[in-house]
């Protein structure tokens, strides 16, 4: 393609001579682009990527099928793994629970997940509601009011300090035996039978234990772990009461 930056003198000024010694000529000017072809452009691309990173540029499909596929970008993060979601920490950290009598792995605690507590939160609350009482309400609020509150005991108590996500984590974790009490509701009323009033202890001791075993070990607080358990102990407490009445 040819562009004509100059006009003819004839045509613009007639016979007379251009106005203050200007004078004009011509020149051809060729666009670089409209040249270019595709095959050259993606040849460009595909030399620069490889002088980069050593690698030829991978091949990735560009449609809306590929949208809804599992390809993507050569050593590319699974999706949940970008989100922090270790469906192995989360198995490990639910045994540690189950299990409070087994030596802790404290690398499983550095990292804030709220996969797990989250799941717990909403399985109690679904069981609550099939039993007639709609508390995810309640359950929220005490949740939030209560982990900040130890939050702000243990960041007091300890040297180190704990973050509050790292907090709500290991008390989520901890609930899965109140979550289990939730369950047996479906089948027995609490309030209706004395013994049942009795079955909400076990729970409550046995998340007690795992949550101030949990904050001990990650904060090297072996000498204060009845001052520890005290407050966890309310905030699972709250949980029971929720559940039984």
């Not at 108590?157 to 479906?186: D, E, H, N, W």
């Not at 072996?222 to 966890?232: H, T």
Request: net charge negative; with cysteine; proline share 5%.
């Amino acid at each position: 393609m040819v562009h004509s930056v100059l006009f003819d003198q004839d045509q613009m000024y007639g016979n007379q001579p251009p106005a203050d010694g200007l004078e004009f000529y011509q020149t051809q000017y060729v666009d670089p682009a409209s040249t270019a072809t595709g095959v050259g452009m993606q040849g460009s691309a595909d030399e620069f990527y490889a002088s980069s990173y050593g690698t030829a540029m991978p091949i990735v499909e560009r449609s809306w099928i590929a949208a809804f596929g599992t390809g993507g970008f050569p050593n590319e993060l699974p999706l949940l793994e970008e989100l922090g979601i270790n469906f192995m920490h989360i198995k490990s950290k639910t045994l540690a629970v189950l299990n409070p009598f087994k030596p802790l792995d404290t690398e499983i605690y550095d990292d804030s997940d709220m996969a797990g507590p989250l799941l717990f939160i909403l399985v109690l609350g679904t069981f609550l509601l099939l039993s007639g009482k709609s508390q995810f309400g309640y359950i929220y609020g005490v949740g939030l009011l209560g982990t900040v509150g130890i939050w702000a005991i243990l960041n007091l108590m300890s040297q180190g300090g704990i973050a509050v996500m790292r907090t709500a984590s290991i008390l989520g974790y901890c609930l899965l035996p109140i979550v289990f009490l939730g369950s047996i509701g479906l089948l027995i009323d609490f309030k209706s039978t004395q013994p049942g009033l009795f079955a909400a202890i076990l729970p409550i001791v046995w998340c007690t234990y795992s949550s101030a075993t949990m904050f001990v070990t990650v904060l090297s607080m072996s000498e204060q772990r009845l001052l520890v358990a005290y407050p966890v102990c309310l905030f699972y407490t709250s949980f029971a009461l929720l559940t039984v009445f």
